[in-house]
């Protein structure tokens, strides 16, 4: 069982360190440094850069906003909240607002020592300088989430293939009674955390293009809101006639082919020979029999979607030349 996180053990490391190379640098204030750090580390190699280019930025329009109200005002904590009303607009004004509360409490430096001197300014740069490059150094390092990411790649299909031989058991049987709550709940709930893992994927790698693993979780997104939309429509199915049954052996087909590399394209044409099948059959002769049909074509309708989904995001993955992973 993990007691301790990465973000965690960053942390318990980065601030002492920053509060010690503070210390050494003769600066005041040198717990200031740790806060930051604190403040600085985040869950992705990307985030860490943002914000910790936002909180440099905030921290220098703070300087200047406190200078001016400080030396025109005076040093008292009604000016430091008037301060605070003009700062804080405008750091939400320029998306600035995670650099309100490190650049707040530098400036309560700048009150407490009643002083906007050069030397105690260039200080309380270099506090957030160590504590920001402490955290951006402790966050080089991330865990890699690519093999989590293709065990959720391996639930999700194995799920979606167990939905669609069901489905195909079900058509066959007759039982429009088809309804396996609890596995669509758990696929969704995976489909979820593995979208997020992706994203949180995504934004680990600074140079290398990993958007592919959010690519695919979104194209698996819609293929199970298809599949939903299936078996939702499985109640309304009353016969089942040879029609019925070329639909459940294609549905089964798919299941068998149904893995990360396949375009579908095979499929979608075997899909359209079926439909053309259907054509040159006999119309149905009772209400029930036109009326499990016309289900039946919105069932076939619906499995066309589901490959067309994945032959968009197969061709899109070609023209963009993203490699896939194995």
């Keep these: 069982m993990k007691i301790i996180g990465t973000r965690t053990l960053k942390t318990g490391i980065g601030a002492p360190v920053s509060i010690i190379l503070a210390t050494v640098f003769g600066l005041k204030y040198a717990v200031a440094a740790g806060i930051i750090t604190m403040l600085s580390i985040q869950s992705t190699k990307r985030e860490s850069i943002q914000i910790a280019l936002k909180r440099i930025v905030a921290c220098i329009l703070a300087l200047v906003i406190a200078a001016i109200f400080f030396n025109i005002f005076g040093y008292s904590p009604l000016v430091f909240g008037v301060f605070l009303l003009a700062f804080i607009p405008i750091t939400a004004k320029f998306n600035l607002e995670e650099g309100i509360i490190v650049s707040s409490v530098i ?11 050069l030397q105690l300014v260039l200080n309380e740069l270099a506090l957030l300088v160590i504590g920001v490059s402490i955290a951006l150094f402790l966050n080089l390092y991330m865990p890699s989430r690519e093999n989590l990411i293709k065990e959720d790649q391996k ?53 290398r293009d990993m958007s592919y693993y959010v690519e695919y979780m979104e194209m698996r997104r819609q ?45 979608l044409e075997e899909l359209e020979d079926l439909r053309g099948e259907f054509k040159e059959m006999n119309l149905p002769s009772t209400r029930e029999e036109f009326e499990n049909r016309a289900m039946l074509y919105q069932f076939l309708n619906d499995l066309e979607q589901f490959l067309l989904i994945k032959f968009e995001f197969m061709k899109n993955i070609t023209m963009e030349n993203i490699s896939i992973e194995s």
């Excluded at 309560?108 to 002083?115: F, I, M, N, Y």
């Excluded at 069901?166 to 609890?182: C, G, I, R, T, W």
């Excluded at 199970?224 to 089964?252: G, P, Q, Y």
């Design 107 to 117: 400036v309560t430096h700048l009150l407490v020592e009643r002083s906007t001197s």
């Design 223 to 267: 293929q199970f809101k298809t599949l939903k939309r299936m078996k939702d429509n499985f109640r309304k199915f009353s016969i089942a006639d040879e029609h019925t049954i070329k639909v459940a052996d294609f549905t089964e087909k798919i299941s068998k082919d149904f893995y990360e590399k396949n375009t579908a394209e095979g499929l």
């Design 155 to 207: 639930y999700i299909e194995e799920s979606m293939k167990k939905i669609l031989v069901k489905m195909s058991v079900a058509l066959k049987e007759h039982d429009n009674s088809f309804a396996d709550d609890e596995l669509f709940q758990e696929l969704d709930g995976r489909i979820k955390a593995a979208k997020r893992r992706a994203y949180k994927n995504l934004n680990n790698y600074l140079i």
